[in-house]
């Protein structure tokens, strides 16, 4: 489990996936988009790397998975 927060409102979500895929899934889903077998291909080139997070549009999630 890893939590996504959303930068612009402080929401925050839980996925069981990798931090990765979570924090890709969270700017989908914020886009109305939940076809999941093409996320990586829509939306990978999209997430930032950070020393310690990963950040997709305004999404943000831990590498280690921790939560906020």
């Known amino acids: 489990m890893c939590t996504v927060m959303n930068l612009s409102t402080t929401d925050k979500q839980s996925y069981s996936c990798t931090p990765r895929e979570a924090v890709i899934a969270a700017y989908a889903q914020s886009r ?6 093409d ?5 990978s080139e999209l997430v930032e790397e950070g020393q310690h997070t990963f950040l997709c549009g305004d999404f943000s999630v831990f590498k280690d ?4």
């Open 32 to 37: 109305n988009d939940w076809n999941t077998w």
């Open 65 to 68: 998975g921790r939560d906020f």
């Open 39 to 43: 996320y990586d291909k829509r939306y």
